[in-house]
């Protein structure tokens, strides 16, 4: 009967011990576990899946270390995007009230928060991008969240700017019209 008593010792110890060497963390944050939502999100766009292996492209990667960007954390979910502090990075849809922390299955544009503007990121042709450089007036810029055929320039575009997003089902994703009437001119 004392032998159970030391393997009851025994094993958790030796267990302990090998975590302890191997160098894993058991860390568990249970505040964010319990504040999950675990309702489904986004089953309204399920359609548009993002191809299996797709890393963030290099260029964003750049713009958010640029921008010193960190990523929306899951107790920031569903905060009101106003109310959110500068310099995060989160995922949404044309509307954007509240960010997601993780892009998910959906093609979703990144949304950047960083010196007290909020911004569309995406790619886009270079001639639409040149329509926004140049400040022309009535046009669209067909924004996709990853690079594709013909559109392969990255660029960002404050949502204020667009006065209407539209998403349009393409393939097996999505592409965001972003329709901008006019620029506003910049306060110096």
Request: proline letters at 3%; one cysteine or more; hydrophobic letters at 35%.
């Given at each position: 009967m004392k032998r159970w008593y030391l393997y009851l010792i025994a094993v958790p110890l030796g267990l302990g011990g090998l975590v302890y060497l191997v160098?894993?963390?058991?860390?568990?944050?249970?505040?964010?576990?319990?504040?999950?939502?675990?309702?489904?999100?986004?089953t309204q766009h399920d359609v548009g899946k993002i191809p299996e292996?797709?890393?963030?492209?290099?260029?964003?990667?750049?713009?958010?270390?640029?921008?010193?960007?960190?990523?929306?954390?899951?107790?920031?979910?569903?905060?009101?995007?106003?109310?959110?502090?500068?310099?995060?990075?989160?995922?949404?849809?044309?509307?954007?009230?509240?960010?997601?922390?993780?892009?998910?299955?959906?093609?979703?544009?990144?949304?950047?928060?960083?010196?007290?503007?909020?911004?569309?990121?995406?790619?886009?042709?270079?001639?639409?991008?040149?329509?926004?450089?140049?400040r022309q007036k009535n046009f669209h810029i067909l924004t996709s969240p990853h690079p594709r055929k013909g559109a392969s320039s990255l660029f960002e575009i404050p949502v204020e700017f667009v006065s209407k997003c539209e998403e349009r089902p393409m393939g097996d994703g999505y592409l965001f019209d972003l329709f901008v009437t006019a620029i506003p001119e910049l306060q110096i």
């Open positions: 160098g894993l963390n058991f860390s568990v944050n249970f505040a964010d576990m319990w504040s999950r939502d675990h309702q489904a999100k986004n292996g797709n890393a963030v492209p290099k260029e964003v990667l750049r713009l958010r270390h640029k921008h010193q960007l960190r990523p929306l954390t899951e107790r920031e979910e569903g905060t009101k995007i106003e109310e959110l502090p500068d310099g995060v990075y989160g995922f949404s849809m044309c509307s954007v009230v509240a960010l997601r922390a993780t892009r998910g299955n959906t093609f979703s544009l990144e949304i950047q928060k960083h010196d007290g503007i909020i911004f569309y990121v995406g790619y886009a042709s270079d001639e639409e991008i040149d329509q926004y450089l140049t």
